[in-house]
């Protein structure tokens, strides 16, 4: 097993988060700024958080298949790919993303001043294409008023269910992460009787008890949802928040998967959008509408620490064509704690 250090992929729920996707702007020369981002990461966490010890901040960066391809080139984590789109009874879109970050605390003011500085370091080189600000909203529920996350696996079970190990020895001790947006039509949903919304979900809507199995549709989204392999369930780890505005009519669920593979979520999409079998799909989604759908690698923290400056090799072109720029980290920067995860931050 890796001895690099992952990135807090199973920190806890907190109260408040922001999360947000950007995308690059295609200069190669902008490069630089996302290098020393994710160099400087870590000690940005460091000092927004420092100035409230109990404030749980964190943050997980995420990069797409494209932007790794432009920026680290190969070697490239095994399974990265771009998220792929679903037509079935309903349509999961395939929407643009090279960087993510979900940053959370359990005050909105950690998370609004690591975003900010985050943002400040991007200026120019990348566009904000989708933010939200989450909330946790009563006891862990969503805004569909079920509660939210409770099968999630804890400990050994949750590092077992997110971290690559050696099936991917270059890039053991990271993680993939599959993110969504969904807008709920709470008018039409609150229409619906508790009983059936309880089938539709699989869970009792106050007590949150799982429905027993000859209870529980074929259609139930923890049905659906329940992926496994040679008899073993295969565990994904959901850090969802709620979002809305109120005044323009919107709410919703901001769905964030991680996984050490990112197929695991993607069966469990493909039987909530086509069905299993093809046909028989989530009726949550008679009412719940994915906007958005990207995928990202998250690199383990010790190899973002270790990313160099980037310098043009001789020869390259401001367009980015022509030779590269500088190494990304060598794969012992996966691997052990270099020199580089160490170094100090001024």
């Given at each position: 097993?890796?001895?690099?250090?992952?990135?807090?992929?199973?920190?806890?729920?907190?109260?408040a988060a922001?999360?947000?996707?950007v995308?690059?702007d295609?200069?190669?020369?902008?490069?630089?700024?996302?290098?020393?981002?994710?160099?400087?990461?870590?000690?940005l966490?460091?000092g927004a958080?420092f100035?409230?010890?109990?404030?749980?901040?964190?943050?997980?960066m995420?990069?797409?298949?494209d932007a790794?391809?432009r920026?680290?080139?190969?070697?490239?984590?095994?399974d990265l790919?771009?998220?792929?789109?679903i037509?079935?009874?309903?349509?999961?879109p395939?929407?643009p993303?090279?960087?993510?970050?979900?940053?959370?605390?359990?005050?909105?003011d950690?998370?609004?001043?690591?975003?900010?500085?985050?943002?400040?370091?991007l200026?120019g080189?990348a566009t904000?294409?989708?933010?939200?600000?989450?909330?946790?909203?009563?006891?862990?529920?969503?805004?569909?008023?079920?509660?939210?996350?409770?099968?999630?696996?804890?400990n050994?079970?949750?590092?077992?269910a997110?971290i690559?190990g050696?099936?991917?020895?270059?890039?053991?001790?990271g993680s993939?992460?599959?993110?969504?947006?969904?807008?709920?039509?709470l008018k039409?949903?609150?229409m619906i009787?508790?009983?059936v919304?309880?089938?539709?979900?699989?869970?009792?809507?106050?007590?949150?008890?799982?429905?027993d199995?000859?209870?529980?549709p074929?259609?139930?989204?923890?049905?659906?949802?329940?992926?496994?392999?040679?008899?073993?369930?295969?565990?994904?780890?959901?850090?969802?928040?709620?979002?809305?505005?109120?005044g323009?009519?919107?709410?919703?669920?901001?769905?964030?998967?991680?996984?050490r593979?990112?197929?695991r979520?993607?069966?469990m999409?493909?039987?909530?959008?086509?069905?299993?079998?093809?046909?028989?799909?989530?009726?949550?989604?008679d009412?719940?509408r994915?906007?958005?759908g990207?995928?990202?690698?998250?690199p383990?923290?010790?190899?973002l620490?270790?990313v160099?400056?980037y310098?043009?090799?001789?020869?390259?072109?401001?367009?980015?064509?022509?030779?590269?720029?500088s190494?990304?980290?060598?794969?012992?920067?996966?691997?052990?704690?270099?020199?580089?995860?160490?170094?100090?931050?001024?």
């Amino acid at each position: 097993m890796s001895s690099a250090y992952p990135q807090p992929v199973d920190a806890k729920l907190t109260s408040a988060a922001i999360i947000f996707v950007v995308t690059l702007d295609a200069r190669a020369e902008h490069d630089a700024a996302v290098r020393d981002l994710c160099a400087d990461l870590s000690s940005l966490v460091r000092g927004a958080g420092f100035r409230a010890p109990d404030g749980q901040l964190s943050c997980v960066m995420g990069i797409g298949s494209d932007a790794w391809d432009r920026i680290f080139g190969a070697p490239k984590p095994r399974d990265l790919h771009s998220f792929r789109e679903i037509h079935g009874v309903h349509h999961a879109p395939a929407t643009p993303g090279d960087l993510l970050f979900h940053i959370r605390a359990a005050r909105m003011d950690l998370c609004f001043e690591l975003a900010a500085q985050i943002t400040a370091r991007l200026e120019g080189t990348a566009t904000v294409v989708d933010e939200i600000h989450g909330f946790k909203y009563f006891d862990e529920r969503d805004l569909l008023g079920f509660v939210d996350g409770t099968e999630n696996p804890v400990n050994q079970d949750a590092f077992d269910a997110t971290i690559i190990g050696d099936e991917d020895p270059l890039f053991a001790g990271g993680s993939y992460v599959i993110v969504q947006k969904y807008l709920h039509d709470l008018k039409k949903w609150n229409m619906i009787p508790v009983e059936v919304q309880e089938k539709i979900i699989g869970r009792k809507k106050l007590s949150d008890i799982e429905l027993d199995d000859a209870a529980k549709p074929s259609y139930a989204h923890n049905v659906l949802t329940t992926i496994e392999e040679d008899g073993q369930q295969l565990q994904i780890l959901r850090a969802n928040m709620p979002f809305g505005e109120v005044g323009k009519g919107a709410f919703g669920t901001y769905f964030i998967g991680y996984a050490r593979a990112p197929s695991r979520i993607e069966r469990m999409l493909e039987n909530m959008f086509v069905g299993n079998p093809p046909g028989n799909y989530d009726r949550l989604l008679d009412v719940s509408r994915a906007v958005t759908g990207t995928l990202f690698f998250i690199p383990t923290a010790t190899f973002l620490d270790s990313v160099p400056p980037y310098a043009p090799a001789a020869g390259c072109a401001a367009d980015g064509s022509g030779a590269g720029g500088s190494a990304p980290p060598s794969p012992s920067a996966y691997g052990s704690l270099g020199i580089g995860s160490l170094k100090e931050k001024v």
